[in-house]
């Protein structure tokens, strides 16, 4: 039986959406993240170097990264279902998604994440006001431009297709979902984005989806509940 080790709040949960896409058989290992650090508990490292999730297992195979564990499982047990015909343009379409998603829009939101995290962390007063404006700085010349480049190109593609290849659901959505998910999570990027937002909606509206979220556990990116 296949086997993931599952952190909470992490890209491990598209991979829990994957496996329920696929109607397939698993089991969970879950960790918990550090509640004063968010890092991940070193028990993950027992299973791999890094100490990261998702962790694969089917059989002699272990496989980490979100990107090649999504890729493996559509190939193997999905390429009817979450794959376009090999060597089309929807297939080259589909790699460059694949890739695109933690290569270039990725990286921009975990600088946000990071820089978020640095202005709420314990410091000296007198520390604090020069920290907000090396960040600021940072910001304005650099990390908020190419968000909303990146966040503007997706939002124009989905403008002339459902889906990431189209008109069919494929794996390329559930690899696109993690960063589009943290984007929409803030308020301020969901208003400014109805497209994306409509798209996220959409993605967690399937059942596959809610199933996930109820075997994965507490997922902070996940649907939000009005109060």
């Known amino acids: 039986m296949i ?18 896409e696929l109607e397939l058989d698993y089991d969970i290992k879950r ?5 004063h650090t968010s890092l991940a508990p070193e028990t993950l490292k027992r299973v791999h170097p890094l100490g990261k999730a998702p962790i694969l297992i089917d059989g002699e195979l272990r496989l980490a990264e979100s990107g090649a564990i999504i890729d493996y499982l559509a190939q193997r047990y999905g390429s009817s279902t979450l794959l ?12 460059y998604w694949l890739h695109y998603g933690e ?3 990725m990286p921009p939101l975990l600088m946000r994440h990071v820089f978020d995290k640095v202005q709420q962390a314990p410091m000296a007063f007198f520390i604090r006001p020069l920290v907000k404006k090396i960040v600021a700085g940072v910001e304005r010349a650099f990390l908020n431009q190419q968000i909303h ?24 959505d559930i690899q696109m979902s993690f960063p589009l998910e943290a984007a929409m999570h803030r308020a301020e990027m969901a208003d400014s984005y109805p497209r994306l937002k409509a798209y ?10 809610l199933r996930a979220l109820e075997k994965g556990g507490s ?9």
């Open 200 to 209: 996220v909606t959409r993605l967690q509206a399937r059942p596959a989806y």
């Open 219 to 227: 997922y902070l990116y996940g649907p939000r509940v009005a109060t």
């Open 149 to 172: 480049t990146h966040l503007n190109f997706v939002a124009d593609h989905l403008a002339c297709h459902e889906w990431f290849l189209g008109e069919s659901f494929s794996a390329a």
């Open 3 to 20: 086997q993931l080790h599952h952190l909470n709040d992490s890209r491990s949960q598209r991979i829990i959406w994957m496996l329920e």
């Open 31 to 35: 960790y918990q993240r550090d509640a």
């Open 84 to 95: 376009p015909a090999a060597n089309t343009q929807a297939w080259w379409d589909y790699v």
């Open 103 to 105: 290569g270039s829009l």
